[in-house]
């Protein structure tokens, strides 16, 4: 598992893709959390609202910043880089290179989960690091006093990011896995995510109480509900408590073991072509 | 010849060979791909597998290898099934052409397989320059032009020092000079003591270097024998003055079953070690003879023959 582990982490290191998803993920945090509000409060637009604005762009509001795009358009980064991974062993045919080297399926499964862990990991600890910057830069700039959050609050803000970016990856892999490929993976992984949870939450919920109900179950409304306990805004697409960010925690990861686990058996379990 | 009956494949009599499959089977639906196949490649042979296009061969090649699960019947490489640890360690394989990642190098792809394996970094450039990639190593696999991609692949093949080579048209894209250099390889890595099983559409290719040779036809096994007792030997061809003379005389003595016309001379079913009883017993009979040969069948004969010339169901 070890060697396939080292193997998958040349391939995603040295895969453009990669690092354009990252620039991508870092581009629409800064934009859509700090940079867009930021320039709204310095002209003037936000009305009454623009002390609370800027408020929230402090450091101490770091944690609910850094996550807050997750449950949605940055989970989004993270079920293509997933999908990328897995679906494009079947696009290329490398499958059979891979396999024909003599590990199982198992080991070349799990070091492609590692190093989706490990990649996962790193998209979070960068949009940590990119908001810790651009939030001390605004307080500087703005005369505002510094405070971090907590240790403890940052570890476990990290933690639930990594976990809600890891339930899209497993989501990513679980249709790489079934669908044997790249672009059906990826187009029908985005419309869940962009489009069925928004009408979900915003059309049907509202009118239907089964369908409010039934989001209590559903990743998203859990990986937001999750920002949400963080502090993340709920204006920000997908954030709302609709449970605790214990329960999302627990309900994210069963999503998680049962998405990959699912995945590992049927790519045990069929022909490679 | 092939047998009919599936035998089983009994652990512990003798040295495991290299490859033996016992009732190997495989169905798509309704389709059967493979049919009851046994198969055994013995060690150090080049065993050519034939077969038309969809008779079978890439879906057992996979069974060998684990990358398809059989519907029935068994499959061991050195004695070991497919899936169980170490299984293919010392097996190298070209499946269905190369299939490699297009961002990576071709020594970073190599470099991939050498982390999967442990295989020493320092046998990258080994095999490079066996299949004579070294200088285009470094070089994008996207750029690759087909030929190349194809000695990447077998690179990738020969990556483990393998001890068994499965090789799927292995020649596919290389220019004549790469086919001789790549049949030069395998007549090497065959006399260093390497088995390799090799399939192939290029009977000429399989004519030069097996030792042995397989033909699936349907998902069967129709034939396997060395590539000369397959040929065999057909006859006699007569080129005789006059021909309806001639023809008279050979059916009198052979029967008219074993005669036949054929271009302007005579075919005759019969063993050639007969020709100078035949030849005294035309001249004799007032015929002149032109021409008096062995008629050997070339393997391309064979193969149409035992395939009926035309593709099965699945590959």
Not at chain 2, 106 to 117: F, H, S, Y
Request: with cysteine; glycine share 12%.
């Amino acid at each position: 598992m070890w060697a396939s582990w080292q193997a998958e982490a040349i391939k995603m290191v040295r895969r453009p893709g990669t690092w354009l998803l990252l620039t991508v993920a870092v581009v629409l945090s800064l934009v859509f959390t700090y940079l867009a509000p930021y320039a709204a409060y310095a002209d003037g637009s936000g009305g009454v609202l623009s002390d609370r604005a800027l408020d929230a762009l402090l450091p101490d509001r770091l944690v609910g910043n850094s996550i807050g795009g997750l449950p949605v358009f940055i989970g989004a980064i993270a079920l293509i880089l997933a999908v990328l991974t897995v679906g494009a062993e079947y696009a290329w045919g490398t499958w059979k290179t891979l396999l024909t080297q003599g590990p199982s399926r198992l080991a070349v499964y799990l070091g492609k989960l590692l190093v989706l862990a490990a990649a996962t990991l790193v998209l979070v600890l960068t949009l940590f690091a990119v908001g810790a910057l651009a939030s001390l830069l605004i307080a500087v700039a703005e005369s505002q006093p510094v405070h971090w959050p907590a240790v403890g609050d940052l570890a476990l803000g990290i933690g639930s990011g990594w976990l809600i970016s890891m339930v899209w990856a497993g989501f990513g892999v679980l249709l790489a896995v079934l669908l044997r490929g790249v672009a059906l993976p990826i187009g029908l992984g985005l419309v869940w995510l962009l489009a069925v949870q928004n009408l979900l939450a915003a059309v049907a919920a509202p009118i239907l109480d089964w369908v409010a109900e039934l989001q209590k179950g559903l990743p998203g409304p859990n990986a937001g509900a999750l920002a949400a306990a963080f502090g993340a805004g709920s204006d920000t697409p997908g954030v709302a408590a609709v449970v605790g960010g214990g329960q999302a925690a627990v309900v994210l990861a069963g999503y998680l073991l049962g998405f990959v686990l699912l995945a590992g058996a049927y790519l045990h379990r069929r022909d490679i072509l | 010849m092939t047998e009919t009956l599936s035998r089983p494949i009994v652990p512990g009599a003798g040295p495991p060979h290299p490859v033996e499959t016992s009732g190997l089977t495989k169905r798509y639906g309704d389709l059967v791909a493979v049919d009851s196949l046994d198969l055994t490649v013995r060690t150090g042979e080049v065993y050519g597998f034939l077969g038309p296009n969809g008779a079978g061969k890439t879906s057992t090649l996979r069974m060998l290898l684990g990358l398809v699960r059989p519907s029935a019947g068994a499959v061991r490489l050195f004695g070991r099934p497919p899936g169980a640890p170490g299984q293919l360690d010392r097996v190298g394989a070209l499946i269905e052409g190369p299939a490699c990642y297009p961002y990576l190098s071709g020594w970073d792809n190599l470099r991939v397989l050498a982390r999967l394996t442990g295989t020493p970094p320092i046998r990258i450039r080994t095999v490079l320059e066996m299949v004579d990639l070294a200088d285009r190593a470094g070089d994008r696999y996207a750029s690759y032009s087909l030929g190349m991609k194809q000695r990447l692949g077998v690179a990738a093949a020969l990556l483990k020092d393998p001890r068994l080579l499965i090789l799927d048209e292995p020649t596919n894209g290389l220019d004549p000079a790469g086919m001789a250099d790549m049949r030069a390889l395998i007549r090497r890595l065959a006399a260093a003591g390497c088995t390799v099983l090799l399939s192939s559409h290029l009977l000429g290719e399989v004519q030069q270097i097996c030792d042995r040779v397989g033909v699936v036809s349907r998902g069967r096994l129709v034939a396997e024998s060395t590539v000369a007792e397959l040929r065999g030997t057909a006859g006699v061809r007569v080129l005789a003055e006059p021909l309806d003379g001639a023809e008279e005389r050979v059916r009198a003595l052979l029967g008219p079953d074993r005669v036949r016309v054929v271009d302007g001379g005579l075919d005759l079913s019969v063993d050639p070690d007969r020709a100078a009883w035949l030849n005294t017993e035309l001249v004799g009979a007032g015929v002149a003879v032109r021409e008096l040969r062995p008629l050997e069948r070339d393997l391309e004969q064979v193969f149409f023959e035992l395939t009926g010339g035309g593709a099965g169901h699945v590959g």
